[in-house]
């Protein structure tokens, strides 16, 4: 056990609607990344949050967008859901942004229809 | 375009086997390579390694980087059925962006 926590552990959702993950990081951890993994891959990265500004971003669009809270738990939103979206998106929290040891959640397992 | 090719994708041993896990990279500005362990949903930390040439090692695990030829090695001796999961490579940039692999799904059987 990481002490990173995510919810929900499952959720279905129909293409176009919208969605919100949230993530707890483990005590101290300032610095939540997000990733996407699909079925079969390695994770891709989304993007990172460091004291509550996003300060990197992977090739994602604008419809994926976070926020993070002054006790550093995050959030993913995804807008206008396409079936692709479907994954286990994983949410990692670090000391620094250039920790190396990054402490991943269990994930949240999304299914669009 | 930044990526992390690794290899071979899937493998299949029998306990006690030894086996070497490949990753090589094309990232720019690069800052580590990290390996996880998956076995159900959240990987977890194995190595980071950051200098050319020098082993990490922890058990019947080790790992050891070279920059020369972009690429890495992962290795576990006397492998257990515990040993079965996917192993993933990542490399961090220095802008603070990190890259994965597809993973080895690794399998042993008793």
């Known amino acids: 056990e990481t002490g990173v926590t995510q919810s929900p552990t499952h959720l279905i959702k129909t293409r176009g609607q919208q969605v919100t993950l949230r993530c707890s990081s483990q005590s101290g951890h300032n610095t939540v990344s997000w990733y996407q993994q699909a079925l079969g891959q390695g994770p891709q990265f989304i993007f990172q949050y460091y004291r509550e500004e996003e300060n990197g971003r992977g090739n994602f669009p604008p419809r994926f967008s976070g926020l993070q809270f002054p006790n550093y738990s995050s959030e993913l939103n995804v807008n206008a859901l396409e079936l692709d979206d479907s994954a286990l998106y994983l949410c990692?929290?670090?000391?620094?942004?250039?920790?190396?040891?990054?402490?991943f959640g269990p994930g949240t397992r999304l299914t669009v229809t | 375009e930044d990526k992390v090719v690794q290899s071979p994708l899937s493998l299949v041993v029998h306990e006690g086997d030894t086996v070497t896990l490949n990753c090589s990279y094309e990232v720019t500005n690069f800052r580590s390579l990290l390996w996880y362990k998956q076995e159900k949903k959240a990987p977890t930390f194995l190595f980071m390694l950051?200098?050319?040439?020098i082993e990490k090692k922890s058990g019947r695990l080790s790992s050891i980087l070279d920059k020369k030829e972009l690429s890495s090695i992962l290795n576990i001796t006397a492998t257990q059925t515990g040993d079965s999961a996917i192993y993933l490579c990542a490399v961090s940039s220095r802008d603070d962006k990190i890259i994965f692999g597809k993973g080895t799904r690794l399998h042993i059987l008793p």
């Open positions: 950051t200098s050319s040439g």
């Open positions: 990692a929290s670090s000391l620094a942004p250039g920790s190396r040891a990054k402490y």
